[in-house]
């Protein structure tokens, strides 16, 4: 499975951008996808998830209302709505594919990463 991460760039505090992933070379649709974000001098966290079938989400709290993760599973693509952005938000943002197989909190697959800058 190869992932791509696209859609960043350069916003102002209280804007918005819309991330997303598009998948090729597997069952898109068994695959639960999670957004991560890593900004310097800081260690990778999670943002935001979605399930292979669509119907779970997790939210990181950090996120919570300003983030909205979505699924089109006949385009092969995961979308993160973001607003509202905050400085703190700068980071480079990947996402990252996990097998149903995959127990745990492990990603089998991860895409190469795209810059988010929120000006302040």
């Known amino acids: 499975v190869q992932l791509q991460a696209f859609g960043g760039g350069l916003v102002q505090t209280g804007g918005s951008l819309r991330l997303s992933c598009a998948a090729s070379?597997?069952?898109?649709?068994?695959?639960?996808i999670g957004w991560f974000r890593q900004a310097p001098g800081n260690e990778r966290e999670l943002v935001a998830t979605?399930?292979?079938?669509?119907?779970?989400?997790y939210y990181a709290d950090f996120v919570k209302g300003r983030f909205t993760i979505t699924r089109d599973n006949a385009k092969n693509t995961v979308n993160l709505q973001m607003n509202f952005l905050k400085p703190e938000d700068t980071a480079v943002y990947y996402c990252?594919?996990?097998?149903?197989?995959?127990?745990?909190?492990?990603?089998?697959?991860w895409g190469q990463g795209t810059q988010v800058t929120v000006s302040s």
């Open positions: 979605i399930a292979w079938t669509g119907s779970s989400t």
């Open positions: 990252a594919a996990q097998k149903r197989t995959t127990t745990g909190s492990r990603y089998d697959y």
């Open positions: 070379g597997g069952t898109f649709s068994a695959l639960t």
